[in-house]
């Protein structure tokens, strides 16, 4: 302090983070001592003392997904950086026409993270593009230094993180490796469901994200009237790992699982009425994270779990013509093994893929599929189900143009709104045996 009260300086201070209130105190002392010193400070997160201005430093730039062309690849800083650093360790390195895009899609798996580009294009030595790409799957594995001259925490992707990591109180990182199962992020309603239990108090929880929030290891964006929480995929991935070795990966991804259900069916309630537009925007929003919790189910072996979620799909698939992967998923849930295929979940499963199917013009298909959904629903005697089967059984003959096979599924269909008092669909069959007439 008395070197520098008489002088005007710039002191560097550079990460910070693991020591953030010391240096707050050295900042605050100086300044004291000397007001115009200038300080710069690298961290993690800010320093929360009285005059500091912060500089969010962003990742690099990225292509669009949908960028392929080498010209417009190379717009993107981080695009730029791993062809400059490939060609530091392979001089002479060029890249084909045809690996080009595959570059872009490898920085955009990369979060645009300066070091995670450089590790990559360290590999260049031994792996093309095309399998670096195919091995981010493990990018902790793949994404290590080797040779390359660099501290100890920064000689492998995970040890970067891990630094970030250790910083954090136990149950910070509880709660951080909970955000890891959120693909494309979540509301604070999904954060507050999953990421309390056990060490995490549910009304912490809204502390513990603006603490991430402030180290970098959540990014929050706006949707509307509320702020959505999610983290770059290769911090997602840790997260992910740290959960399995706590052993806590499967009770997490079934909280996960239930409360995407429940969100579904939430959402498909209002798909008729006045919320239809704001239901089907969150369910479009939410779409990377009902795909990854139908997917825990399929792998899971849950079949009846996997059937009446991906049947509660319809209505979103049915409206944003999702047609062939609707049905990608309905054949993967269909062909799961169980005890006893006579079931609710099953019918409607089977209901729901002979509805895109129809959508699709595959009639041969839909035959099949509806006419087992309405063996299900006769033997459970479930009337609603065995109008709605009839119904679709209808609508298909008269598009075969087998008339006397779609006035009677329909007739039957009729007699039965005409019992559960269903007035639309009860509208939607008198349409068809009118246009029969």
Sequence with gaps: LEHLRDKRTLVVLDNCEHLVAECARICHALLAANPTTVILATSRESLNIAGEITWPVSTLSLPAPDQTAKGELLQSEAVRLFIERARAILPGFELAETDWPLVGQLCLRLDGLPLAIELAAARVKVLTPHSILTRLNERFKVLRAGELELPERQRTLRGVIEWSYDLLKDWEKRLSERLGVFVGGSHLEGVEEIGSGEVVLREDVLDGLESLVNKRLVRLTEQGEEMRYGMLETIREFGMEKLAERGEGDTVL??????????????????????????????????????????????????????????????FWSIRSFYTEGRTYLNRTLSMPVKNKFTPARAKTLYTAAFLAFSQGLYEETGRLINESLEIYRFLDNGEG?????????????????????????????????????RTGLASVLNNLCWLS
């Design 254 to 315: 079934d909280r996960y699982g239930a409360y995407y259900r429940e969100l579904t069916d939430r959402c498909n309630s209002k798909l008729r009425g006045p919320d239809e537009m704001a239901a089907l925007q969150r369910l479009a929003l939410e779409y990377p994270n009902l795909r990854t919790a139908l997917d825990w189910y399929i792998r899971q072996g849950r079949s009846e779990d996997a059937l009446g979620f991906s049947s509660s799909l319809l209505n």
């Design 386 to 422: 065995v109008a709605q089967a009839l119904y679709i059984l209808g609508v298909l003959a008269i598009n075969q143009e087998d008339f006397s096979q779609a006035r009677k599924a329909l007739e039957e269909c009729l007699n039965l709104r005409r019992e559960t008092g269903d």
